[in-house]
């Protein structure tokens, strides 16, 4: 059950858009399409941003999008305002019947 | 409100054990798997554990199987996570959370602001 992979940190200007990677394996990411992407900021509970690698919750912006490719999948943020300025996280289901989170991407807006 | 909230936790010393609970509100509970997610302080989120809408099918990380058991009680709307032999491993923010659909494996929905489990001797 080891993490999945994100990059530690991404950043953007306002308006810009960013890329966030989430690499996994064929036993998690590459073989289901249970991956979902969260936002926390600090002190706070995450929030669904993504589900099913590219569906958007009721409410969530539609400058947030999802995609994979292989045993990648990716969060992309369009338009970037402050207020996207948090921790991003990554989880797919598992062939051992578990779910993994990946290690976390901290997003800075310069 | 739909709404999660834990309770439950507290300073215990290596070895001990601890009953969480987090109580359900303002949605159907017995529709939807529910899970464990936990944060240690400073890192990375963590999945812990979870099970079905009829708490007939369950799932453990590695890092707590044998140690932790969850469960829950639809009547009450309620979510459990037993946890035996703690280690100082374990210090974390533990958040409940629902899963979209019946299957723990769906995305997490819903989270409660969690309570924190602290083990030091």
């Known amino acids: 059950q080891s993490a999945l992979t994100q990059p530690a940190s991404v950043s953007g200007s306002p308006g810009q858009s960013i890329t966030i990677s989430c690499t996994g394996t064929s036993s998690d990411v590459g073989g289901y399409n249970y991956v979902s992407w969260y936002q926390q900021h600090p002190g706070k509970a995450p929030k669904l941003m993504i589900y099913d690698v590219s569906n958007r919750p009721s409410g969530v912006s539609n400058r947030f999008s999802g995609s994979k490719s292989g045993n990648t999948a990716s969060l992309t943020i369009s338009g970037l305002q402050a207020e996207d300025e948090a921790d991003y996280y990554c989880s797919s289901y598992t062939s051992s019947s578990t779910n993994v989170f990946g290690t976390g991407t901290k997003v800075t807006v310069l | 409100e739909v709404q999660l909230v834990e309770s439950g936790g507290g300073v215990v010393r290596p070895g001990g054990s601890l009953r969480l609970s987090c109580a359900a509100s303002?949605?159907?509970?017995?529709?939807?798997?529910m899970s464990w997610v936990r944060q240690a302080p400073g890192k990375g989120l963590e999945w812990v554990s979870g099970i079905n809408w009829n708490g007939g099918s369950t799932g453990y990380a590695d890092s707590v199987k044998g140690r932790f058991t969850i469960s829950r009680d639809n009547a009450k709307n309620s979510l459990y996570l037993q946890m035996n032999s703690l280690r100082a491993e374990d210090t974390a923010l533990y958040h409940c959370a629902s899963n979209r659909g019946g299957s723990p494996w769906n995305a997490f929905d819903i989270w409660g602001q969690g309570t924190m489990v602290t083990v030091s001797s």
């Open positions: 303002g949605f159907t509970f017995d529709d939807y798997g």
